[in-house]
């Protein structure tokens, strides 16, 4: 069953996630250009491994996977049905500092 959609909008306002976003190789921008698109439909579309990360109360931290190989993650923040975007990088990366 597809996750339930926490969030109406997106908003890449946060500038630690446009920082990140330049730092991405252009190779990939595409596909991280499509996940963020792909946010917007209702439901999730299940190949981006929405997922909510534990441990995280305050704010409400969730991930996407980008890429065939799920080689590189996006983390973001549900603020009042907003999808805030945090950061983009390395599976590693985000998962080492969402």
Known sequence: MPPVKPFKLVSPALPGFKRCLKKIPADIRPQVDDAIADLLEDPIPGRLGF????????????????????????????????????????????????
């Open 51 to 98: 997922k909510k990360l534990g441990g995280y109360k305050n704010p409400n931290i969730y991930t996407i996977t980008i890429g065939g190989n799920h080689a590189y993650k996006l983390s973001l923040e549900i603020v009042d049905e907003v999808a805030v975007l945090r950061r983009v990088g390395t599976h590693k990366q985000i998962d080492d500092n969402p």
